[in-house]
């Protein structure tokens, strides 16, 4: 079973798609428990019923769910506490920091992130040794869209992100002639995005979600 810990921007975009409850549940069948920041009611202004973040009360109610299914990401040790607080860099915001410092902490864990700079800024700390990661793996974006499309509807999966092209520019770029015919291109287009990712962080260990 594998701890993946998911920053609030996934969550976010998936709830846009209507993806968010149909990634839990894949999740759930795999074994695998999602682990969320305590911040992300607040970004989504869940509680405050308000549209700011999240466009209307269903994608409120997906987050909400999913929330209600997930684990709360918390840093356990002083010592991961220590080597967080050195850390400062202004490609990494406080939840991305958390995120890590759980990461460092788990085994078979997995840091799922749509931030591509985090993700850079990341590699970069542990190349300079500020922080060692072992046992986990590190999944963008446009890798939890590949686990949906394979393991979900593709016909769901291709016509919700086809229908919301403002969500992400990299997906509506990869969806834009999607099809379930031509779904190889689909998965070549999305390879794109995250060899390019993979090819400024050598120091990271990336991997599917599944």
């Known amino acids: 079973m594998m701890k993946v810990f998911i920053d609030n921007d996934v969550v976010i975009k998936l709830a846009k798609y209507n993806l968010l ?4 549940d894949i999740l759930e ?8 920041l305590d911040s992300l009611p607040y970004v989504c202004r869940i509680h405050q019923g308000t549209f700011e973040v999240l466009s209307n009360a269903e994608e409120h109610g997906c987050v909400s769910t999913f929330i209600n299914s997930a684990q709360v990401a918390t840093i356990k040790s002083l010592e991961t506490i220590n080597i967080i607080g050195q850390i400062d860099d202004p490609n990494l915001d406080a939840g991305e920091l958390v995120l ?3 990461v460092k902490e788990s085994c078979d864990a997995n840091f799922c992130s749509g931030d591509k700079r985090a993700i850079v800024a990341i590699d970069q700390h542990v190349k ?3 922080i060692q ?9 446009e890798q939890a869209i590949k686990f949906m499309l394979a393991c979900h509807c593709s016909t769901t999966v291709i016509n919700k992100i086809k229908s919301k092209p403002n969500v992400d520019a990299a997906l509506k770029a990869c969806f834009r002639e999607a099809s379930v015919d031509r ?3 689909t998965f070549g287009a999305l390879d794109s ?3 390019h990712i993979k090819s400024q962080c050598s120091a990271l ?6």
């Open 21 to 24: 409850g149909s990634f839990g």
């Open 29 to 36: 069948q795999y074994g695998h428990t999602p682990y969320l």
């Open 100 to 102: 890590l410092g759980c």
């Open 128 to 130: 300079g040794g500020n």
């Open 133 to 141: 990661l072992f046992d986990y793996s590190i999944a963008t974006l």
């Open 183 to 185: 779904l190889e291109n």
């Open 193 to 195: 995005y995250i060899n």
């Open 205 to 210: 260990v990336f991997s599917e979600l599944f």
